[in-house]
């Protein structure tokens, strides 16, 4: 397929800059795969879509502030005044060793030595492809709690205004920080909703993929088939897998929220979409006409055009099917991308 079969048309002014309040109020697409019809709903709609017995599979990843900015230190001073260079924390190799995406690159060479802070700076290991290198820190103190203090919690390139409160671009339920970019269908969902979700007897069950830089890496090759994901890292605990794998047997419904969900179960599930415990990493990438084997519904929100996103979305729902439902979101004025509105696909 080529990648211009997944553009739509977007206006600039529908590209969300800010969150509604609250949460759960965002617009809400529902799109029925059986019967081939949309509704226009709103998020706090979805209990009225859901029912007893369905797994609801989120995923607990937490947004590191994870883009630094340092000063070169210089070789023969060793005093912090050379160039300044942004890096982006994309994927932890151990304690100290990172891989990260510099900016610009060029300034940022194996041996070179940055100043983040007095109790932080890094050396770099290794160049890649794509500006991308591997650093070791060097910290005292705890790394977390250096990040906290000087790290910026890196938003989409897309998003032009400031975020007043940094927590919206985190889920209610966000635990295990290690992603550069938030599992924004997850925004939606406020504690109290879930609280009604559950009463009604959806489980809900955790899993974990730290999101990457891959999230924002556009498709440049004209055949989709010949575009690369970067690796992210997962984790599906035994318990999860038990409760997913139950339901899978009892014929009751497992809904993704986001698509790091999606890959994360359709990587670990086998051909019958039974599920496997583990952690490591993975580059699935989903697109038509990729068949689906542990997710039976998906929540999302609107994706970039010719992204992979969209192309995930379409080996769910049919490559048309999908377009129909983005000229149906921008016809009727829906907020896209990170901030933007939802979509239940059922």
């Known amino acids: 397929m080529k990648k211009q079969d997944f553009y739509y048309d977007l206006p600039e002014r529908l590209v969300a800059q800010t969150p509604v309040e609250p949460r759960d109020s965002a617009r809400m697409l ?12 709103h998020f706090y709609n979805v209990l ?26 210089d070789k023969k001073t060793t005093k912090p005044e050379g160039a300044k260079v942004e890096f982006l924390l994309h994927k932890r190799i151990n304690n100290t060793k990172w891989e990260v995406l510099c900016g610009p690159s060029r300034r940022a060479k194996v041996g070179d030595r940055f100043f983040f802070s007095k ?27 250096i990040l906290d203090m000087i790290g910026e919690t890196p938003l989409p390139h897309y998003i032009k205004k400031k975020l007043e409160n940094i927590e919206r671009y985190q889920t209610v339920y966000a635990q295990d920080a290690g992603s550069a970019a938030a599992p924004t269908a997850g925004l939606h969902f406020t504690t109290e909703l879930m609280g009604k979700i559950k009463a009604k007897g959806v489980t809900f069950v955790e899993i974990l993929l730290h999101v990457g830089i891959g999230t924002f890496r556009p498709v440049k090759e004209d055949d989709v088939a010949k575009h690369k994901m970067h690796a992210e890292y997962y984790e ?19 809904i993704a929220v986001g698509t790091t969900s999606v890959r994360t179960l359709e990587s670990v599930a086998d051909n019958k979409g ?12 989903i697109y038509p006409p990729y068949k689906y084997k542990a997710v039976d519904a998906l929540i999302t929100n609107f994706h970039l055009p010719e992204s992979t996103l969209v192309m995930l979305v379409a080996a769910l729902l049919g490559t048309r099917e999908t377009l129909d439902i983005y000229n149906h979101a921008v016809k009727n004025e829906y907020r896209f991308f990170s901030f933007g509105d939802a979509c239940l696909f059922i």
């Open 274 to 285: 039974f599920i496997k415990a583990g952690s490591g990493e993975t580059s699935i990438y």
């Open 48 to 73: 009225d879509y859901l029912k007893a017995g369905d797994v609801m599979v989120v995923n607990k990843t937490k947004v590191l502030p994870a883009r630094l900015y340092g000063v070169k230190i």
């Open 119 to 145: 109790e932080l700076t890094a050396t770099v290991l290794e160049e890649k492809e794509g500006g991308l290198r591997n650093i070791d820190f060097e910290f005292s103190g705890v790394f977390e709690e």
């Open 30 to 41: 529902v799109y029925d795969r059986k019967t081939k019809t949309i509704a226009d709903k």
């Open 236 to 254: 599906v605990d035994e318990k999860a897998a038990e409760i997913i794998n139950k339901a899978k047997k009892e014929g009751r419904r497992v």
